[in-house]
């Protein structure tokens, strides 16, 4: 990718318009389909709840009409509400009743409902979370770390503001709407058209400031990434920045970008605020014909006290009712909005080989992996490399040319090279971190399966994970994780204590003379994120540690001992010796050193194999050639 284009893609953020897609509506069926039958269970049981708590009002409305005398309109009371508790003395067993049974049906509604969204929206957040970390390697090299964060902090926090929790009282003023036109409607015919009038009014001014509406939260999505990605690159650089004296300039740039972000915020409160008045406008019209046709309608004998009483009991609530369901709608739109950000990554296609689990619950298009008798085996360790070419986009030169290389079972090759020769490149080829222009790689007689069929691979071919399991990689940054030794070591919780603690000890990661009950008590000790609270000779000797507790039949070690102290080089490289004896090695080397005991060394110029052989061979030709180079720098 060309550095104009990517400064493009990384400057912006991906833009959505218009309607919500069917994908998204989706998203969320799969994510509430678990829960389908409990959740109509409980909807029900909310509506008869609301219902019940606001039929009080036409309760007291019939109340009142049958106490009414001449020349009053008059209605008396029901004869099947007078069976159920009511009498001439009003309808208290019954009022208290339909109170009773509408908190309690409530209540079991709200808790209820907002149990099963916390679950299911969280569900989106677990899947998502796994699709991302399946995503090509390129998509994370264009991608700035602190855009992905916002998917799965800003944006989720949106999701979840409605549909954990808060999901059931956006419910529960549905449930509002419809039961008081229904008890509207049984209070007096004559009231509807009020009432579907003012809800048709507060619908327009919903529906006229929606795309405005959309725009102002989509926007503000928009402007808050910037920052947060720009405070995480300054947050990972802290220390090139405050050694630099370049405080200044990465403060100018945040509040550059914050105020931005408030800018829109401004603009997008501008919107919000236009929205409320026009909510208010469409309340207080039909609020204000409704007085006027009360008083004429009972004047004329048209409307009793009693249902008058109602109307103005529901208007009055309706005000607040229909004001909080748009705006609750318009927090259900930001919602959407952050759904559909994270569903971009949802569906976003795999990177070549990967495969979702089979626990996978959402049904996304992704191939899924393969379910085995038995594990696929394979045999022997040997590498063939044949007519490899790669590069990191399309755009882009390619970074291995043509290479041609078979590495025998148990073989120790050195791999050496100037900086930009490929090293690094052919180890990524290897585990197919990056798709292949042309070429083939085989581990064992059998190549990667890279293709996303469903079901178990072609003969000749293996699952990537199983084909990936075959190789053990420890690289020049130790990669630990927030946690502690053990769990560090046993990257699948496959391992007893004895074992992850024998491999500690045959790293010497203690002094000498350390016990074996030294070592299991170390098993507990902390790591911090990335590993900062240990050195970085201990980070390497924990990832050559990890490698053991693997024991794959392929090491590859990537400049590992080019930044670690002599001691913990001396173990890495007598590991390579006797602890990965009889294993095939692949290694590649700043110090010469580090390889002179190697079966063959591979020497790489621009992406090509430059020259092949022992070491005596090759390891005085590239340092005379590495101080031809030096002596003619400028």
């Not at 855009?147 to 509002?176: H, K, M």
């Not at 619908?203 to 929606?210: C, E, G, S, V």
């Not at 009055?316 to 739109?333: D, I, K, P, S, T």
């Not at 043509?402 to 025998?408: A, E, P, T």
Request: glycine share 8%.
């Amino acid at each position: 990718m060309s550095s104009v284009a990517q400064s493009q893609f990384m400057a912006q953020e991906t833009r959505f318009k218009g309607r919500y897609t069917r994908s998204v509506l989706n998203t969320l069926f799969q994510a509430y389909r678990p829960f389908i039958g409990r959740t109509l269970c409980f909807l029900i049981l909310g509506l008869l709840g609301r219902a019940a708590l606001l039929s009080n009002a036409n309760l007291v409305g019939l109340w009142v009409d049958s106490l009414c005398v001449s020349p009053n309109p008059c209605r008396p009371m029901p004869e099947f509400l007078q069976y159920l508790g009511g009498s001439h003395s009003g309808p208290l067993g019954l009022l208290a009743l339909a109170t009773a049974l509408g908190l309690i049906l409530t209540a079991i509604f709200r808790i209820a409902i907002s149990r099963i969204s916390a679950d299911a929206v969280s569900s989106i957040y677990d899947e998502t979370t796994m699709r991302t970390s399946r995503l090509p390697i390129s998509f994370f090299d264009r991608t700035p770390a602190g855009r992905v964060v916002t998917r799965f902090s800003s944006d989720y926090n949106n999701v979840f503001r409605i549909f954990g929790g808060p999901l059931a009282e956006f419910l529960g003023l549905i449930f509002d709407i419809l039961s008081m036109t229904v008890l509207i409607a049984l209070a007096n015919i004559w009231l509807l058209p009020f009432w579907l009038g003012m809800a048709a009014l507060n619908y327009m001014a919903y529906r006229l400031n929606l795309e405005s509406l959309r725009k102002a939260r989509r926007e503000t999505a928009l402007k808050r990434s910037p920052s947060i990605a720009h405070f995480a690159e300054t947050a990972q650089g802290r220390g090139v920045i405050r050694a630099y004296g370049k405080e200044a300039n990465f403060q100018k740039r945040f509040s550059h970008l914050n105020d931005a972000y408030l800018t829109q915020r401004r603009s997008a409160m501008t919107v919000f605020t236009r929205f409320s008045l026009s909510m208010s406008f469409a309340t207080a019209v039909p609020f204000l014909a409704l007085g006027l046709f009360g008083a004429w309608a009972h004047q004329h004998g048209r409307l009793s006290v009693g249902a008058l009483g109602v109307a103005f009991a529901y208007f009055g609530l309706a005000v607040n009712v229909l004001q909080a369901f748009f705006e609750w709608l318009g927090q259900f739109e930001e919602a959407m909005t952050g759904l559909e950000r994270m569903e971009e990554y949802l569906r976003m296609p795999l990177a070549p080989g990967e495969r979702l689990p089979i626990s996978a619950s959402f049904k996304t298009g992704h191939p899924k992996e393969a379910t085995f008798a038995s594990p696929p085996s394979i045999e022997g360790t040997d590498i063939k490399i044949r007519d490899l070419w790669m590069r990191y986009s399309e755009d882009m030169r390619p970074v291995l040319c043509g290479i041609n290389l078979d590495v025998k079972a148990g073989e120790r090759l050195g791999i050496i090279g100037r900086t930009g020769s490929g090293k690094t490149s052919l180890v990524q080829a290897l585990f197919h971190l990056y798709p292949l222009m042309q070429g083939n790689i085989q581990v064992g007689g059998l190549a990667a399966d890279l293709s996303d069929k469903q079901g178990p691979p072609a003969p000749g071919f293996l699952p990537l994970s199983h084909y990936r399991q075959q190789m053990a990689y420890i690289t020049q940054s130790p990669a630990l994780f927030l946690g502690n030794i053990r769990a560090n070591l046993a990257m699948k919780g496959e391992h007893t204590d004895r074992e992850l603690a024998h491999a500690l000890a045959q790293v010497q990661f203690l002094f000498e003379g350390s016990s074996e009950a030294d070592y299991l008590k170390l098993l507990d000790h902390p790591v911090e994120e990335q590993g900062r609270n240990l050195s970085l000779g201990e980070r390497q000797l924990l990832c050559m540690a990890r490698c053991l507790v693997q024991n794959a039949p392929i090491v590859i070690l990537d400049e590992a001992t080019s930044s670690v102290d002599p001691r913990s080089e001396e173990i890495m490289v007598r590991a390579t010796e006797k602890i990965f004896k009889h294993k095939t090695q692949i290694i590649i080397a700043h110090r010469l050193s580090t390889i002179e005991s190697c079966d063959r060394v591979l020497w790489l110029q621009q992406g090509r194999i430059h020259h092949l052989g022992t070491p005596s061979e090759i390891l005085p030709e590239f340092a005379r050639s590495d101080l031809q180079v030096q002596s003619h720098a400028p």
